[in-house]
């Protein structure tokens, strides 16, 4: 029995690869390499001493994705692939749809044909648009995202939540991600963004690394406690272990049901950078800057309902995030 990490060469899902794997999973990978490199696979190998087969596929490719249901016993997919870049969203919606839709899509239909029967999907907390209130729990209304990449997420809730209706048998997970940071301790893997990073995270380590010269501090007159943004920020290898709870959750319910993953904890931009100085001995040196279009003040998780009924918490300080990301700045060129 293996599991399926669809788009499991990027930073997320390499990362659940290497969870799954400790735990005793077999897995299989399947990527275009879009948005990630093809050495990662071994990477997971060394880490994990275990095989990590990849085929290097599109999602959308359906005669390839058989392939991989026909030379293995797939009993379950996490469907990582897509596309994520909020500002390219915007300016290629349609790239966005079809790659985000259709690898969906294209992924139930090979499952039904081949009787899988278990999915969990990466969706995230913008599908909460501008929530009434915090911290937002999953009883909350979703909708009023405010781009296509949050867009096709909610559209990818509904067409999910409707195949759970219609098909008794079908099991899915939503796990809706608060703000996904760090790095696997071991400087091996992490996320590298192409360009000018968007992220708080991996603008500080680029600038800890001399890249950029300083952090544009986006707002500092939010009605927030220092005036600066508030997020969730969550370890990426905790976020991975939510997926192995989410996968033990799902063989045991059917229908659909959506789970915030996030620590419950909205720390400020400030608050960052600080814990980021403290972890790493080192200096970021801050321009106050306008308020960046589209952010909201402050967003955090309500995480009881995956502490409930998947038995997950997250371990991990703000500044171990803040020492591994840097860990993994100074080990990625
Ligand atoms: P990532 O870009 O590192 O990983 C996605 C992987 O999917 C990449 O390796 C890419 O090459 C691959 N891919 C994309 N389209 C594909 C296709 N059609 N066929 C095959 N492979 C394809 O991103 P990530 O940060 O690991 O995110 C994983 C998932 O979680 C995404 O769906 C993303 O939208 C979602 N998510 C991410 C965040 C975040 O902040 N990182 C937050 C919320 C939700
Ligand atoms: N932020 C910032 N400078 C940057 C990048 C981000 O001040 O260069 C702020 C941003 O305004 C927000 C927080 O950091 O308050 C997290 O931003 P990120 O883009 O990482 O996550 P998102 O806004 O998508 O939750």
């Known amino acids: 029995m293996a599991v399926l990490l669809t788009g499991g060469a990027g930073y997320i899902g390499s990362h659940t690869a290497v969870e799954l794997l400790s735990a005793g999973y077999q897995v299989v990978l399947a990527d275009n390499f879009c948005n990630s490199s093809p050495q990662v696979p071994r990477r997971i190998e060394q880490l994990t001493g275990k095989p990590a087969p990849i085929y290097q596929l599109d999602v959308r490719d359906a005669d390839a994705l058989e392939q991989v249901f026909k030379e293995n016993q797939v009993d379950a997919v996490i469907h990582f692939a897509g596309l994520k870049a909020v500002g390219e969203s915007v300016e290629r919606p349609l790239l966005y749809y079809r790659n985000n839709l259709d690898a969906t899509l294209t992924l139930l239909e090979v499952m ?100 950029r010269d300083h952090l544009n501090v986006f707002g500092n007159d939010y009605p927030t406690p220092d005036g600066t943004g508030v997020r969730d920020y969550i370890h990426v290898c905790d976020l991975a272990e939510g997926h192995l709870r989410a996968l033990e959750y799902a063989e045991t319910h059917r229908g659909a049901e959506a789970f915030n993953l996030g620590t419950g904890v909205g720390y400020s931009v400030l608050d960052v950078v600080h814990a980021f100085e403290r972890a790493n001995g080192l200096t970021i040196p801050l321009v106050f800057a306008p308020r960046r279009a589209g952010d909201l003040p402050a967003y955090w998780a309500d995480a009881e309902k995956a502490a409930r009924l998947l038995n997950w918490r997250t371990r991990r300080s703000l500044e171990q995030m803040c020492a591994d990301s840097w860990r993994w700045q100074r080990n990625c060129d």
Not at 126 to 136: A, F, K, L, N, S
Not at 151 to 163: G, S, W
Not at 183 to 203: C, D, F, R, T, V
């Open 112 to 211: 039904a044909k081949y009787s899988c029967h278990r999915l969990i999907f990466s969706s995230s907390a913008t599908v909460y648009g501008d929530p009434e209130r915090v911290p937002v729990n999953e009883d909350m209304p979703v909708g009023g995202c405010s781009n296509p990449y949050g867009r096709t997420k909610l559209m990818i809730e509904q067409i999910l939540l409707d195949a759970a209706a219609a098909d008794p048998g079908l099991s899915v997970v939503l796990l809706r991600y608060f703000n996904p940071v760090g790095a696997h301790p071991s400087g091996l893997l992490g996320e590298k963004p192409n360009g000018i990073p968007n992220n708080l995270m991996p603008y500080i380590t680029q600038v800890a690394a001399g890249i």
